[in-house]
């Protein structure tokens, strides 16, 4: 991706109203705008870096617009890598955009323009102050939800994904280098690569790979949550249910069937992992139901495609009927479904979880709250959630991909050593591997994929 060195500008916080809002500017030398900007404020130039001023920000006639603080950041010592300006007034909407207009007009002699979404973060990435996962984890940290994926965002920020893939791509290409010496000087003594135990330390590459996986893909919940759907009969208790896992009373509750007709979402954390819940309609045969209601169980059947893992509520009190198998059989296969028994109150059943013939069994009540842990604990299970007590840091789907596409390179170079037949392919399967571990961390990208993953920013980031 080519670096477009024109000066830029945007707001830097939320629109809206607030007591303060940021004007940031970045730019390879900002010293000639500087000095248009601030003429007749009273500055004194040049402005020393790292140094807050206290300063009038007047239009092009010398009227005020506002009053606040101006930083500057000398490149490369900035977080886009290039000189920077920020600008921290009063955070109204109004006042922001004509601070904003004025940079502009005074930026126009040396073409500043306004920044693209994330592009004071993608010339960072580009200008080398962060690689592409820490770039990542800034959006990352913007959008978390909870506390954990704070905390996980923070540290893939900090750099210590990166160090975790950059430790396994440089064991990759230091057994390139005596693979590509053995090819080079075929004349010289063979056996040091040998002696190498390339075999063994394929094996090391890909223990590693494996532990970077598990943990990537606990980021990957913790940055995109799990989307959680209650589906099942009519008066089984799923609205009892919503509002006991999400601690509203959210969900209308009575004893008419049918009394939910749409869909109702609400966001909760289990042990840090986001959560989307959604209650649907009650399943029945469309005799039963009226027009407004069928419309109601189509959309449940819509959400049930969507979802990650599905609560398939049924009546504890009654047992399951033709009507719960015909559902059960009806949901997807490629989604988790866990069975929750309801009424355990009326029933007599002791709360329980249980894992029978492939299918998980959770026993509960949603009056006395009996069973709710363990039907979270289920959920956590369902989704791959594992509580380890290490570090996690955020990772994305992009991320899981190219670990696995890593270790599949792996596996067939270690089948290459294991026959000792051709040392070409077994050069090209380790030059992919360590070629998709650096798709990761931004030092073998494409360009499409950067434009993707930075216009995802919000403008001023």
Known sequence: MKLDTAPIAAIATASGRGGVGIVRISGKNLDGFITDFFKGSGMTLPMRPRFAYFVPFNDADGNKIDEGIALFFKGPHSYSGEDTLELQGHGGTIVMQMLLKRCLEAGARIGMRLAEPGEFTRRAFLNNRIDLTQAEAIADLIDATTEEAVRSATRSMSGEFSK????????????????????????????????????ERIEGMLASLDHILGQAAQGVLLRDGIHVVLAGQTNVGKSSLFNSLTGTNTAIVTPIAGTTRDKISESLQLEGV????????????????????????????????????????????????????????????????????????????????DHIMGTTQVYLSTVTGEGLDLLRKAVLEAAGWVKTGESTCLARERHLTAIKDAGNHLVAAATHVKEGDNLELLAEELRLAQNALNSITGEFTSDDLLGKIFSQFCIGK
């Not at 440089?170 to 002696?195: G, Q």
């Not at 169980?297 to 009190?317: F, M, N, P, Q, V």
């Open 164 to 199: 975790q893939i950059q430790s396994v791509a440089s064991e990759i290409a230091n057994l390139r280098m005596l693979i590509e010496a053995t090819l080079d000087f075929p004349e010289e003594d063979t056996d040091f690569l040998a002696k190498e135990k390339p075999g």
């Open 274 to 353: 986001p959560i989307t819940l959604t209650d649907t309609a009650g399943i029945r045969e469309e005799s039963e139901a009226d027009e407004v209601e069928k419309i109601g169980i189509g959309r449940t059947w819509d959400e049930i495609g969507k979802a990650d893992i599905i609560l398939h509520l049924l009546d504890a009190s009654i047992g399951p009927t033709r009507e719960d198998e015909q559902t059960f059989t009806s949901f997807p296969e490629n989604i988790p479904v866990i069975q929750v028994w309801n009424k355990i109150d009326l029933s007599g059943h002791k709360p329980s979880l």
